[in-house]
């Protein structure tokens, strides 16, 4: 593996060096499945145009002229005087690399149940979405092709890698060893039994979150009900925090006829006691959302097709389901709302957010500004109006003293009569401008 990634980077097959062979319009005929512009693109048989056709478009290429790293990397198996891949290998960032199954075209046989998907924008986003700090211990539930550990593996000292899946963790110890990450302990098992009674400061998952009846493909459905995993995950999830800790997912869960979906999903992070943030990103009607794991699965034009469409539909609409969402949940370990919920906070101490702004809006010599707001730069960035007491507070409370007695000589500073009760402060704690 380590010479084969040698000769990789060597010949250019990195993310900018495949891009740029390619070019704009083949890229964006491969996102339609269609491979005549990429193969245009790579006739001239140099090694990189090879490389491009064996690993990415998956085509077979003439055995003669192939170096011995890719004849001996085990990736490969002959065909007459032609070599194709077993696998689909792809750069990714910073010269690294992911070792999947080729994704099927139109015309391809079906999918095996165990197959493995590669990186792509949901991978991506996942790892955009997922916290820059460094950490101790960071767990990849369901990690697939391995591409989140990737970008762990800069920021966490110990990396523990999950997958129900057995071969998803061979093709990830591919991908790690491609890309030279080691010591990741890859372990096999179902949702947080392989890391049971453990605990990590990061949570991150790319889950099968695919809602659809009767699920039979690993890396997208469990075969539970509805958005029950999804459910289950931020439940559990929690349980194997760290304090401090965060735990960061894709999901998708349902629109229910006459219920919120807020409520839905709030309701599963409420129940957690962490501070929760929920991002619907997208949002799509049944029909939408079938054709698209149809499509994903190249199950159009087969003659099952019809029939899977239409027991699909029927499931949501048996389910009252009137569409799906689709985004990011992040769960944070801090105490936060479980203690602002119980906590007397007349006895607490507060201190403001780091990070936190005070601006002032207001006429030109005006005694007093019109408006008042309290606006964050890390975290949710979120700003807010507040009034003449709150704004003061957060120039003054730095843990020392009760948020009771503080409020009280703050009123008499003020004295104009205004007094604020310690308990309308619960929603400035929750979403993070004072913190306990």
Same mark, same amino acid.
């Given at each position: %593996?380590?010479?084969? !990634?040698?000769?990789? /980077?060597?010949?250019?097959?990195?993310?900018? $060096?495949?891009?740029?062979?390619?070019?704009? %319009?083949?890229?964006?005929?491969?996102?339609?499945?269609?491979?005549?512009?990429?193969?245009?693109?790579?006739?001239?048989?140099?090694?990189?145009?090879? *490389?491009?056709?064996?690993?990415?478009?998956?085509?077979? +290429?003439?055995?003669? @002229?192939?170096?011995?790293?890719?004849?001996?990397?085990?990736?490969?198996?002959?065909?007459?005087?032609?070599?194709?891949?077993?696998?689909?290998?792809?750069?990714?960032?910073?010269?690294?690399?992911?070792?999947?199954? =080729?994704?099927? =075209?139109? &015309?391809?046989?079906?999918?095996?149940?165990?197959?493995? +998907?590669?990186?792509?924008?949901?991978?991506?986003?996942?790892?955009?979405?997922?916290?820059?700090?460094?950490?101790?211990?960071?767990?990849?539930?369901?990690?697939?092709? @391995?591409?989140?550990?990737?970008?762990?593996?800069? =920021?966490?000292?110990?990396?523990?890698?999950?997958?129900?899946? #057995?071969?998803?963790?061979? *093709?990830?110890?591919?991908?790690?060893?491609?890309?030279?990450?080691?010591?990741?302990?890859?372990?096999?098992?179902?949702?947080?039994?392989?890391?049971?009674?453990?605990?990590?400061?990061?949570?991150?998952?790319?889950?099968?979150?695919?809602?659809?009846? $009767?699920?039979?493909?690993?890396?997208?459905?469990? &075969?539970?009900?509805?958005?029950?995993?999804?459910?289950?995950?931020?439940?559990?999830?929690?349980?194997?925090?760290? #304090?401090? @800790?965060?735990?960061?997912?894709?999901?998708?869960?349902?629109?229910?006829?006459?219920?919120?979906?807020?409520?839905?999903?709030?309701?599963?992070?409420?129940?957690?006691?962490?501070?929760?943030? +929920?991002?619907?990103?997208?949002?799509?009607?049944?029909?939408?959302?079938?054709?698209?794991?149809?499509?994903?699965?190249?199950?159009?034009?087969?003659?099952?097709?019809?029939?899977?469409?239409?027991?699909?539909?029927?499931?949501?609409?048996?389910?009252?389901?009137?569409?799906? &969402?689709?985004?990011?949940?992040?769960?944070?370990?801090?105490?936060?709302?479980?203690?602002? !919920?119980?906590?007397? /906070?007349?006895?607490?101490? /507060?201190?403001?957010?780091?990070?936190?702004?005070?601006?002032?809006?207001?006429?030109?010599?005006?005694?007093? #500004?019109?408006?008042?707001?309290?606006?964050?730069?890390?975290?949710? *960035? !979120?700003?807010?109006?507040?009034?003449?007491?709150?704004?003061?507070?957060?120039?003054?409370?730095?843990?020392?003293?009760?948020?009771?007695?503080?409020?009280?000589?703050?009123?008499?500073?003020?004295?104009?009569?205004?007094?604020?009760?310690?308990?309308? *402060?619960?929603?400035?704690?929750?979403?993070?401008?004072?913190?306990?």
């Amino acid at each position: %593996m380590e010479r084969l !990634r040698d000769h990789l /980077l060597k010949t250019g097959y990195t993310i900018d $060096g495949v891009r740029e062979r390619l070019g704009d %319009m083949a890229a964006s005929a491969l996102a339609r499945e269609e491979l005549v512009p990429a193969l245009r693109a790579t006739r001239s048989g140099d090694p990189l145009d090879t *490389l491009i056709r064996l690993w990415w478009l998956g085509v077979p +290429v003439s055995a003669t @002229g192939l170096p011995f790293e890719v004849m001996e990397s085990g990736l490969v198996e002959f065909d007459g005087d032609k070599v194709r891949s077993t696998v689909h290998l792809q750069p990714w960032e910073e010269h690294s690399f992911v070792v999947s199954d =080729r994704k099927v =075209r139109p &015309g391809d046989p079906a999918l095996r149940s165990d197959h493995v +998907v590669g990186a792509g924008g949901a991978s991506a986003n996942l790892a955009q979405l997922v916290s820059r700090r460094p950490v101790e211990r960071a767990l990849d539930l369901g990690t697939g092709c @391995g591409v989140q550990v990737l970008h762990l593996a800069e =920021r966490a000292d110990r990396i523990v890698a999950t997958d129900l899946n #057995p071969r998803a963790v061979d *093709l990830a110890r591919l991908s790690w060893r491609l890309s030279g990450v080691t010591d990741v302990d890859a372990r096999v098992g179902s949702l947080f039994e392989p890391v049971e009674g453990e605990l990590f400061d990061l949570v991150v998952s790319n889950p099968p979150f695919v809602i659809s009846p $009767g699920g039979h493909l690993t890396y997208r459905e469990t &075969g539970a009900e509805g958005d029950a995993f999804c459910r289950d995950l931020v439940r559990q999830a929690p349980t194997y925090l760290n #304090p401090h @800790g965060h735990a960061q997912f894709l999901a998708n869960w349902l629109h229910v006829e006459g219920e919120d979906w807020r409520d839905r999903v709030g309701g599963w992070v409420g129940e957690t006691g962490c501070d929760g943030w +929920v991002v619907e990103r997208d949002v799509q009607d049944p029909a939408e959302y079938v054709e698209l794991w149809l499509r994903d699965a190249a199950e159009q034009g087969t003659p099952a097709y019809a029939a899977r469409y239409d027991e699909w539909l029927s499931w949501f609409e048996a389910n009252r389901v009137e569409g799906i &969402g689709f985004g990011w949940i992040t769960l944070r370990n801090s105490g936060t709302l479980a203690a602002h !919920r119980t906590r007397d /906070l007349e006895t607490a101490r /507060l201190r403001v957010a780091e990070g936190l702004l005070d601006e002032r809006i207001g006429a030109p010599g005006a005694e007093d #500004p019109s408006r008042i707001v309290l606006r964050q730069t890390r975290g949710l *960035l !979120r700003s807010t109006d507040v009034g003449t007491v709150e704004a003061a507070l957060a120039g003054v409370c730095d843990g020392e003293l009760a948020l009771g007695p503080l409020l009280n000589v703050i009123a008499e500073l003020v004295g104009d009569g205004e007094h604020l009760r310690a308990d309308a *402060l619960r929603p400035l704690i929750a979403e993070g401008y004072f913190q306990l």
